[in-house]
T-cell receptor
Framework: GESVGLHLPTLSVQEGDNSIINCAYS??????FIWYKQESGKGPQFIID?????DKRQGQRVTVLLNKTVKHLSLQIAATQPGDSAVYFC????????????FGKGTTLSVSS | GAVVSQHPSRVICKSGTSVKIECRSL??????MFWYRQFPKQSLMLMAT?????????EQGVEKDKFLINHASLTLSTLTVTSAHPEDSSFYIC????????????FGPGTRLTVL
């Protein structure tokens, strides 16, 4: 079936570096995409979202890029900090349909000082 | 921001017993809530969609008689794991959809279930 996946299961960076986490999705009908951060033993924490009518959205230290042509989503974290260490998931759905979010496999980000 | 709570946060039970997990939206009304299960080092897998006042919709492979879902009010959904088995040990997470505002889904902190 259709699903949201991720290119890399782990990413290790040095403190202060920029991090890029990638995600590939397969459902062309999805129009809403979200990045979540999950720390061990906790629920997912919303980071940033983007709708399909946009190709870029910026937040505080984070940027999400959407390339609908190749069905690719990325999360960029600027000046990565040790507190950013967590598992990052992308998720998708058809927002107006009120459907559940479908999650990708997750990328573990490790930030060393 | 909107808050979703889950209770209990951790539960240990014996095989064969039933466990109830509550999911509450604390400051908004949620006509729809979702239940996910997450095994170690894996992603969240959708189990069921719970709509207030109606029967839940279960994903393929999820036994509706084993995972009973009740969504009796706009702020509360419960998941009951019946006749629990060690294979049911997992992290259960709910999310609630705010239908009156931005239509965003908010996640609870999760419930760690361990079946001995």
């Amino acid at each position: 079936g259709e699903s949201v996946g991720l290119h890399l299961p782990t990413l290790s960076v040095q403190e202060g570096d920029n991090s890029i986490i990638n995600c590939a999705y397969s459902n062309s009908a999805s129009d809403y995409f979200i990045w979540y951060k999950q720390e061990s033993g906790k629920g997912p924490q919303f980071i940033i979202d983007i709708r399909s009518n946009m190709d870029k959205r910026q937040g505080q230290r984070v940027t999400v890029l959407l390339n609908k042509t190749v069905k690719h989503l990325s999360l960029q974290i600027a000046a990565t900090q040790p507190g950013d260490s967590a598992v990052y998931f992308c998720a998708e759905n058809k927002r107006q349909a009120g459907t559940a979010l479908i999650f990708g496999k997750g990328t573990t980000l490790s930030v060393s000082s | 921001g909107a808050v979703v709570s889950q209770h209990p946060s951790r539960v240990i039970c014996k095989s064969g017993t039933s466990v109830k997990i509550e999911c509450r939206s604390l400051d908004f009304q949620a006509t729809t809530m979702f239940w996910y299960r997450q095994f170690p080092k894996q992603s969240l897998m959708l189990m069921a969609t719970s709509n207030e006042g109606s029967k839940a919709t279960y994903e393929q492979g999820v036994e509706k008689d084993k995972f009973l879902i009740n969504h009796a009010s706009l702020t509360l959904s419960t998941l009951t794991v019946t006749s629990a088995h060690p294979e049911d040990s997992s992290f259960y997470i709910c999310s609630a959809r705010d239908a009156t505002g931005t239509d965003t889904q908010y996640f609870g902190p999760g419930t760690r279930l361990t079946v001995l």
